[in-house]
């Protein structure tokens, strides 16, 4: 599943005429779903009527060919509510919420806060978690028991502790429960997550390279263990790339592949020409350049 | 020669007498049972065996005892972290000259050294012997120093022993670095999994795996381990999905929760030294509750 940047003019602009060339080019190559705006389209540096008139134009150019899931979690809460209500209006297909920032909010109020988001619309819910970057909060296999029960539009989880453990207890309590639970790895962790139960991921590299996490998830679903490490090896590199300052990295490799989506709002910073100059030395020595379509 | 693939290695804990000395008789016993029941190596005393709480000389004792008991029937692998570097560097020519067949450390305790003199407390560790050189990362045990793939490849270049790393982060970027990384520099070089987790380790390349719930359930353990090695790794997610539940009723608890699990399934080591505390009478009867209405345990060894 590809969750897309988010294109920005050179005054930091919202670009949505590039954005509608990049959620085409994610449908035409093979995405089974489009997410936006997860944390690499820099969901924190727009305001809630830039992510309104964004997630509006991802439903209209993916005009049902695949499922669109919208990112909701904003710093407020409230901000939150509103952005789910209007996901539902545009006819989106899915919502996916963090756990809250900043806050460390205890178990009871994580569970208050999905169930009153969760119950305040009738779409699907995609819980996020991710621990690592949020102060240890997680979602636990308890809490997802407590929040199946619950809410019979929780539907997912993107998970993104990318930890043996957490993954598996989550994937042990909910598939037990909800056999169509949707487990989706938080990048390209595949290897590691399938064979527990996993649907798949969402993608950091995509854009980058959307044949080779297609094979990736084929070699996976195979069970031909061998070429899934090889594969997996290939884009926990590029993970390692682009996560420093992640998006920045991410969208100066988009540039190398022909598909420019601008700077990378402050605070985090745009990608420089020799961190550019880098990122394309990687990409050749792991024969992307040659094996991944350029241009739009 | 470093190629040192010691499969499925069982971790068991140290008993001790109700005046905290170390029970012997029962460590003869337990040791007996590892070796019965599907270890394919032992690693001794690792931080489940509370090596932290055991003296210089009863870790030495305790290494000696388990070699002859084993007879050799498995490889020993001997654990010889300290917070000193010489300490360890002794600890760990000691486990060499009385026959263990590898060693393995991790951080220091305590500590938490700069980048260089990490690398230098593992390359002396290291270099003090020449039979396989593991290194144990768990930094949930121990947060304030990371390892690394710099530092791997570093010992690597310096170390003609060093065999492998022992994984007990469970993050899958790391394990990934190691076994690729690694294996780049060394093709002999292993990725083991420190914990039962295995179907993702093995998944990323793992291929060996250290357990500590071997001693209540070493049928499921052995079996998750068998099906891991063939590579079938979505055959093996019920069994994973098993021992995942089995470690967290068992965890709650600590040291103190997996004595407990071993005392109900009939092999009795006592309590944790100090300051580990015994489970109180509530949590030991909750704990004896989840485990008789656990299932997978019911096909399980009872006694010793």
């Not at chain 2, 029937?73 to 010889?80: D, E, G, Q, S």
């Not at chain 2, 003090?128 to 793939?149: D, H, K, N, Q």
């Not at chain 2, 005392?263 to 309590?271: F, N, P, T």
Request: hydrophobic share 45%; charged share 20%.
């Amino acid at each position: 599943m590809q969750s897309t940047v988010t294109p920005l003019k050179d005054d930091f602009g919202p670009d949505l005429a590039t954005f509608e060339k990049l959620v085409e080019f994610h449908v035409r190559t093979g995405a089974t779903a489009i997410a936006w705006p997860h944390h690499k389209a820099e969901s924190l540096n727009l305001t809630i009527a830039e992510r309104k008139r964004f997630a509006e134009v991802a439903v209209k150019v993916t005009a049902g060919r695949v499922p669109v899931s919208i990112h909701v979690s904003a710093l407020a809460v409230e901000d939150t509510m509103e952005l789910a209500r209007h996901a539902e209006q545009i006819g989106a297909d899915a919502i996916l919420a963090i756990t809250p920032y900043f806050w460390n909010p205890t178990t009871e109020a994580l569970y208050d806060y999905f169930v009153r988001l969760g119950t305040s619309i009738d779409l699907p819910l995609i819980a996020y978690n991710s621990p690592s970057y949020l102060s240890g909060v997680e979602i636990t296999g308890e809490l997802t028991r407590r929040l199946i029960e619950r809410l019979p539009n929780f539907v997912g989880m993107k998970e993104a502790s990318f930890d043996s453990e957490k993954f598996t207890e989550i994937a042990r309590v909910a598939l037990a429960m909800r056999p169509e639970f949707a487990l989706i790895a938080g990048v390209e962790w595949l290897a590691p997550s399938v064979p527990l139960g996993g649907a798949g991921s969402y993608s950091s590299a995509g854009a980058i390279c959307p044949n080779l996490c297609t094979h990736l998830y084929e070699a996976c679903v195979a069970g031909d263990w061998p070429t899934a490490r090889a594969l997996q090896y290939k884009l926990a590199r590029l993970w390692d790339l682009f996560r420093d300052q992640y998006p920045s990295s991410l969208k100066g490799g988009m540039v190398i592949m022909g598909r420019a989506v601008g700077p990378t709002r402050p605070p985090l910073p745009t990608a420089t020409a020799e961190r550019q100059a880098y990122i394309r030395t990687q990409l050749e020595e792991m024969g992307i350049l040659d094996t991944e379509p350029h241009g739009w | 020669m470093t190629k040192f693939i010691p499969g499925l290695v069982h971790t068991p804990v140290t008993p001790f007498k109700a005046d905290h000395a170390v029970d012997f008789d029962a460590y003869g016993r337990l040791i007996e049972f590892h070796v019965r029941h599907g270890a394919e190596a032992l690693a001794l005393a690792m931080h489940c065996g509370e090596s932290v709480s055991l003296s210089d000389a009863e870790q030495r004792t305790l290494l000696q005892f388990a070699l002859d008991k084993v007879g050799g029937r498995v490889p020993v692998i001997a654990h010889v972290s300290d917070s000193g570097t010489g300490i360890a560097v002794a600890r760990a020519r000691n486990a060499q000259d009385i026959g263990a067949a590898a060693i393995v450390a991790t951080t220091p305790y305590y500590w938490t050294p700069p980048p260089a003199m990490v690398l230098e407390h593992f390359a002396q560790i290291g270099a003090a012997v020449r039979i396989p050189f593991l290194i144990l990362y768990s930094p949930a045990e121990m947060p304030g120093t990371r390892i690394g793939t710099d530092l791997v490849l570093k010992l690597i270049s310096r170390l003609d022993n060093f065999a492998g790393v022992v994984d007990a982060s469970l993050d899958w970027q790391f394990m990934v670095n190691i076994a690729w990384t690694a294996q780049r520099a060394r093709p002999d070089f292993q990725m083991l999994s420190g914990t039962e987790y295995m179907v993702s380790a093995g998944a990323l390349g793992a291929t060996s795996m250290f357990s500590a719930l071997a001693g209540v359930a070493p049928r499921l353990v052995q079996r998750l381990h068998q099906r891991c090695r063939k590579e079938q790794y979505f055959e093996a997610r019920p069994d994973q999905e098993a021992i995942s539940a089995l470690r967290q009723i068992v965890k709650k608890g600590g040291f103190a929760g997996l004595k407990a699990a071993l005392r109900i399934m009939g092999r009795d080591c006592g309590v944790p030294r100090p300051p580990n505390a015994a489970l109180n009478a509530p949590a030991q009867t909750q704990v004896a509750a989840e485990l008789d209405a656990f299932a997978p345990l019911r096909d399980e060894p009872r006694g010793w």
